[in-house]
């Protein structure tokens, strides 16, 4: 049971522009949501995250949107820079365990 | 803030060889450890989390084994690798007393 999805592998948009990336959940159970950056043989590095009770969080060039009704939460970019390049996951988190729960990642492509 | 060491960086080892990934954790105390495995185009799996010494549960069923002898250090083993084993390993840490996660820079491991 895929509890988190990213249904895009991959996105390219122009440099300056704005990159949504979106992500899909089924877990009702979640209290809060991350977004984590991860260039080719490098750990995640975590970007930004959401509580469950807000609908969204802005951190600089970085933006998280939840819909809960919708089970549905973007991560928007703006603009966007060719060292955003790399694969983002969403993952999902909370109630009684310690666990994350990611999703398989997007690779975005910034084209200079 | 949290700093996370892994160790080797990469290794190649023979299908049937034992294996013995070390994670190493500064700058907190008594954290959540966890080992995720990223196999080649697929997302963050989980393997093993850890929420103190002794204390290790486990995600999927497999060859690997993890420990936690003390209280910042994970060792991620085997006793012999199979070809499925291949991948890029990554230990976390629960940040505190917020709840994102932060990675280690990974061992990337091939086995042959």
């Known amino acids: 049971d895929q509890q988190v999805k990213q249904n895009s592998p991959s996105l390219s948009v122009q440099e300056g522009r704005i990159s949504i990336l979106n992500c899909d959940y089924t877990?009702?159970?979640?209290?809060?949501f991350l977004w984590y950056k991860k260039y080719p043989a490098e750990g995640p590095t975590f970007l930004i995250s959401?509580?469950?009770?807000?609908d969204k969080n802005e951190d600089g060039r970085f933006t998280v949107f939840l819909n809960k009704s919708a089970k549905h939460l973007s991560l928007h970019i703006v603009p966007s820079q060719p060292g955003d390049s790399a694969v983002y996951f969403c993952?999902?988190?909370?109630?009684?365990?310690?666990?994350?729960?990611f999703g398989k990642g997007t690779l975005l492509t910034v084209n200079p | 803030s949290q700093t996370i060491h892994q160790w080797p960086a990469t290794l190649v080892q023979p299908v049937g060889s034992p294996l013995s990934l070390e994670c190493t954790v500064e700058?907190?105390?008594?954290?959540?450890l966890y080992w995720y495995r990223q196999a080649a185009g697929r997302g963050l799996q989980l393997l093993f989390y850890?929420?103190?010494?002794?204390?290790i549960s486990s995600e999927v069923p497999q060859n690997l084994s993890a420990s936690r002898p003390q209280d910042r250090q994970f060792i991620l083993s085997s006793k012999k690798l199979l070809l499925s084993d291949s991948g890029f390993y990554l230990c976390?840490?629960?940040?505190?007393?917020?709840?994102?996660?932060?990675f280690g820079p990974g061992t990337r491991l091939t086995v042959t």
């Open positions: 959401i509580s469950s009770i807000k």
């Open positions: 877990n009702s159970m979640f209290d809060y």
């Open positions: 993952a999902g988190g909370g109630g009684s365990n310690y666990k994350l729960t």
């Open positions: 976390a840490c629960e940040g505190w007393p917020s709840y994102e996660q932060y």
């Open positions: 700058g907190t105390s008594n954290p959540n």
């Open positions: 850890s929420v103190g010494i002794g204390q």
